[in-house]
């Protein structure tokens, strides 16, 4: 079983940032893919960014631009750079790892409020 703890969250001013990690129970040197979801208020869960075993990275448009996703092997911790956030960032961010396709872990999740 892995377990992902996600850390970092909380409320900003629009404009400023954040930074979230997402850390593992398990080595991420090997994995599949590591991803951030968000879900907002009376919406349903979406991708926020992605980044595979081989290091390529994908973004919701919503978030290019602003946001950037990383990982430390060393310290098995994938992170979501933030800037220039936005209320409508607001929501509950989610960390997921997939170690073996279709297997996936979920995070228990932080919230991020971003006020105007």
């Known amino acids: 079983q892995v377990q992902l703890v996600e850390s970092g969250g909380g409320l900003v001013q629009a404009g400023g940032s954040l930074r979230l990690s997402c850390a593992s129970s398990r080595s991420i040197f090997s994995i599949y893919a590591m991803g951030w979801y968000r879900r907002a208020p009376g919406k349903q869960r979406e991708l926020v960014a992605r980044?595979?075993?081989?290091?390529?990275?994908t973004y919701a448009d919503a978030v290019k631009g602003r946001f950037s996703i990383s990982r430390d092997n060393a310290k098995n911790t994938m992170y979501l750079q933030m800037n220039s956030l936005k209320p409508e960032d607001t929501a509950v961010y989610y960390c997921?790892?997939?170690?073996?396709?279709?297997?996936?872990?979920w995070g228990q999740g932080t919230q991020v409020t971003v006020s105007s």
């Open positions: 980044i595979t075993g081989d290091g390529s990275t």
């Open positions: 997921n790892a997939v170690y073996n396709w279709p297997m996936d872990y």
